[in-house]
């Protein structure tokens, strides 16, 4: 739990403060990075259900769930700059405005899905399906909070 | 090393079985997961690069050197599942025929991947910036003998 924390409170620095490494990718790049990670943490999401729903192989759910949580914790606030509010050259992005305005509210499901993210990871480690079922659960609600409030269909 | 090198065979053996889980994902997604893996893993390096050109954040550095890890430990041999090995849809592919008929010498730079990456969150989360940048040097020479090898220009 404590590390979990760590790691939540890491997101939400990375969330708040363009640092000096981001802040030269193009804005055009932040919105490509970030829907790759989104995009291969759906990879392993998808696989961790398929485990759910069929024959359970502990380390493919382990290895998806340390993906979905590197991912997590790597400081993905820093791919939404300035200027990446909206369309840039081929990247489409759905974010809302609201996104970039409700500081509170994103922080909010920003340390929800870290630690969710995080906590998937430790149960996954033990092998335990029935609480990794749980833990999945609990982490796809996190995903879909930020989706109905931040993002456009 | 132990944990190391039981995350390399993991990962060969999501390179060689596709899985029951991976055979439910498309050839286009299945190609489109995988960039988006390689991309996202090209923003962590990035970071670390900057990080050890610039003034070095440890906590930067130990997040992207384990999204990186947890990416290349998710058994993205899947990924390149039949009906794979040219453009499919909407997604460019720049694989070369050679990576699907080359099982030795691709087995080979996917182990030597793994470890490597392996090794960089580990020496990273100790935090000290001449030996991540001996990591970090080793395993960007993983990438580019794959690259040279199976990546079309």
């Excluded at 590390?3 to 981001?22: P, Q, R, V």
């Excluded at 993906?67 to 369309?87: C, H, R, V, W």
């Excluded at 899905?113 to 335990?128: C, M, P």
């Amino acid at each position: 739990m404590k590390k979990s924390l760590a790691h939540a409170a890491f997101g939400i620095l990375a969330l708040a403060l363009a640092t000096t490494a981001s802040a030269q990718v193009k804005p055009e790049d932040q919105i490509k990075y970030r829907k790759a990670g989104y995009s291969f943490m759906s990879w392993n999401m998808g696989k961790i259900k398929t485990n759910l729903d069929g024959s359970y192989n502990k380390d493919q759910v382990a290895a998806a769930a340390n993906a979905i949580a590197g991912i997590a914790n790597s400081g993905m606030g820093a791919l939404y700059g300035p200027g990446t509010e909206k369309d840039v050259g081929a990247q489409k992005t759905r974010v809302k405005p609201e996104f970039f305005s409700d500081k509170e509210g994103v922080t909010k499901v920003a340390i929800d899905f870290n630690k969710a993210a995080n906590n998937l990871a430790k149960v996954a480690a033990d092998g335990d399906a029935a609480a990794v079922k749980v833990a999945f659960g609990d982490l796809g609600k996190t995903c879909k909070a930020c989706h109905d409030q931040y993002r456009a269909e």
